[in-house]
């Protein structure tokens, strides 16, 4: 029964776009009704397959970006001008539209809200997307965990989720959001205004003697720098988690 059941977990399977919430100029959330869904974990992901008239297929990795409560699936997708699925997923898919999916995927990078210790968080642009599945999973279930999350975004016009992430550090609920622009610095910004750093680890992270659960995802630099900033500050490998993707992200 269990291998079944994991066979049926990684069968191709259509979801109808049910919204569509446009996040920035080039990021959007598409929400997705899935008759067979049989739930996620915060920090999973699924495949996403494109079939062309000709027979060509294109496959994608895309996180979650909605909470295990949630009936629809959301993936939070950036458009990237020379991508091949990105560009038709923002841009060309409608409501209404079906599309192949395929998941829920990975076992290593979730978080349950269960576990009650500090939680630290880092992300860089597009990376945030199953961070924000876990935020939102904490909220749904009133975990008490607490938690800081540091997003680094080119600009301010970049910052994925922003309004949500405003309210979710005003509701004095244990979680602190700290954003660092690296292209830009507006006017009246009191936030950071450059690459994640050692000083600024320093001033955000959790002291290590609290052992928080730590989640890093973002383009490969990116978390390698972060995760290695964490082990210099004494932060034991096996505690930080990570995710990673190509050049592009917030970062870059």
């Given at each position: 029964m269990a291998g079944t059941a994991l066979l049926g977990r990684l069968?191709?399977?259509?979801?109808?776009?049910?919204?569509?919430?446009q996040e920035t100029p080039r990021v959007a959330s598409l929400y997705f009704d899935i008759p067979e869904w049989q739930g996620h974990l915060a920090g999973q992901h699924v495949d996403v397959r494109l079939t062309a008239d000709d027979g060509y297929v294109a496959e994608r990795s895309y996180s979650i970006a909605?909470?295990?409560?949630?009936?629809r699936v959301a993936l939070t997708v950036e458009r990237l001008e020379d991508g091949e699925v990105s560009?038709?997923?923002?841009?060309?898919?409608?409501?209404?539209?079906?599309?192949e999916l395929r998941g829920p995927i990975g076992g290593y990078f979730v978080w349950?809200?269960?576990?009650?210790?500090?939680?630290?968080?880092?992300?860089?642009?597009?990376?945030?997307?199953?961070?924000?599945?876990m935020l939102r999973h904490r909220?749904?279930?009133?975990?008490?965990?607490?938690?800081?999350?540091?997003?680094?975004?080119?600009?301010?016009?970049?910052?994925?989720?922003?309004q949500e992430l405003d309210g979710l550090a005003s509701a004095v609920d244990g979680v602190a959001v700290y954003h660092t622009l690296t292209r830009e610095k507006p006017?009246?910004?009191?936030?950071?205004?450059?690459?994640?750093?050692?000083?600024?680890?320093?001033?955000?992270?959790?002291?290590?003697?609290?052992?928080?659960?730590?989640?890093i995802c973002g383009p490969t630099t990116?978390?390698?720098?972060?995760?290695?900033?964490?082990?210099?500050?004494?932060?034991?490998?096996?505690?930080?988690?990570?995710?990673?993707?190509?050049?592009?992200?917030?970062?870059?």
């Amino acid at each position: 029964m269990a291998g079944t059941a994991l066979l049926g977990r990684l069968a191709w399977q259509f979801g109808t776009l049910a919204d569509i919430v446009q996040e920035t100029p080039r990021v959007a959330s598409l929400y997705f009704d899935i008759p067979e869904w049989q739930g996620h974990l915060a920090g999973q992901h699924v495949d996403v397959r494109l079939t062309a008239d000709d027979g060509y297929v294109a496959e994608r990795s895309y996180s979650i970006a909605s909470p295990p409560e949630d009936r629809r699936v959301a993936l939070t997708v950036e458009r990237l001008e020379d991508g091949e699925v990105s560009p038709y997923l923002v841009g060309e898919l409608r409501l209404g539209d079906k599309l192949e999916l395929r998941g829920p995927i990975g076992g290593y990078f979730v978080w349950r809200a269960g576990e009650d210790r500090p939680l630290f968080l880092i992300g860089g642009g597009s990376g945030v997307v199953p961070l924000m599945a876990m935020l939102r999973h904490r909220e749904r279930m009133k975990s008490k965990a607490p938690t800081r999350l540091l997003y680094s975004s080119r600009t301010l016009a970049d910052i994925i989720y922003r309004q949500e992430l405003d309210g979710l550090a005003s509701a004095v609920d244990g979680v602190a959001v700290y954003h660092t622009l690296t292209r830009e610095k507006p006017e009246g910004w009191t936030s950071f205004t450059r690459r994640v750093d050692e000083a600024m680890m320093q001033e955000v992270a959790w002291p290590k003697e609290q052992m928080p659960a730590v989640y890093i995802c973002g383009p490969t630099t990116f978390v390698e720098a972060a995760a290695s900033l964490l082990v210099s500050m004494g932060y034991p490998p096996l505690s930080i988690k990570t995710e990673r993707f190509g050049a592009t992200g917030g970062s870059a």
